[in-house]
C-alpha cells in the first residue's frame, strides 16, 4: 500500500509539470523518508500497522507534497516551463520529415532514373505515383505528426489551448504546401518538387482542411484524456 502510494505521486507529479526524472527520484526519496519514518516509529515501540500510519502522517498529505516539488520550478520540464515551444516543435518536425522524405525520394529516383528509363512506365503509374506521393506527405504525415505531440502532451501538463495551437499549425502548414514527385516518362526525365505558397483565394479551403486534418489528428489525444480521468475517477 505505500508503495503504491509513491507511484501515484510519481505519477502526479508528472501531471503537475514535474520532468519525469525528477519524478522518479522525489518518489525514490519520498519513499526512503517514509521507511526512515516508520523504522523510528518501531523503535519507539508501535505496533507495524500504527507505525505505518505515524510515518504516512509525518510525511504529510499528498497535495502538499506534490506543491512542495512542482513550486520548484528547476524540477519542472520543458514543456511546462517553455509551452510555446511546443506549439513550434510540431510544425518543425514537420517541415524537417518532409524535406527528409523528399530528399530520400529524390535519391531513390536518381538511382532507378536508367532502370525506369528502360521499362518505359506508363503516364497513368507516373501520375499515381505523384498523387500518393503527394497524399503522403500533406494529409497522412501532419496528421501522425500532430497526433503523436498529441499523445506526447496527455502525458504531460500542456495546457490544451497550445495542443490545439500547435496541430493547427501543423495541418495548416500542411494545406500550404504542394508536393509531387514525377517518375521519368516518354518526353519526361522525372521532378521532384516540395515548395510553399499562400493564395488568399485558396485561404477559406486550406483552412477548412486544416481543421478537418486537426480533428483527426487530435481524436487520439481526446480518448486518451478521457480514460485517464475515468482511470482516475475511483481514487478521487
Known sequence: MSEARFKRL???LIRHGVAARHAR???LELGTHFHELRREA??????PEQATRTAHQAMGTDPALIARYAGRRELLGWLY?????YTLAPVASF???CITSMALLVLGLAG????LRSIAVPVWVAAAVSSTIAVALLWVLPVLVAAGFALLASRRPVAPRWLITSTLLVCL?????????????????????????FSFSALPQQFTYALITAALALV??????HRAQQGRSPST
Open 10 to 12: 510519481e505519477r502526479a
Open 25 to 27: 527520484r522525489a518518489a
Open 42 to 47: 518501531l523503535e519507539r515501540g508501535e505496533p
Open 81 to 85: 516551463r517553455w509551452p510555446v515551444a
Open 95 to 97: 517541415a524537417l520529415l
Open 112 to 115: 532507378l532514373h536508367a532502370t
Open 173 to 197: 502548414t500542411a494545406r500550404l504546401m504542394n508536393a509531387g514527385l514525377m517518375l521519368p516518362v516518354a518526353g519526361h526525365h522525372g521532378s521532384a518538387s516540395l515548395g510553399i505558397g
Open 220 to 225: 487520439p489525444y481526446f480518448l486518451t484524456s
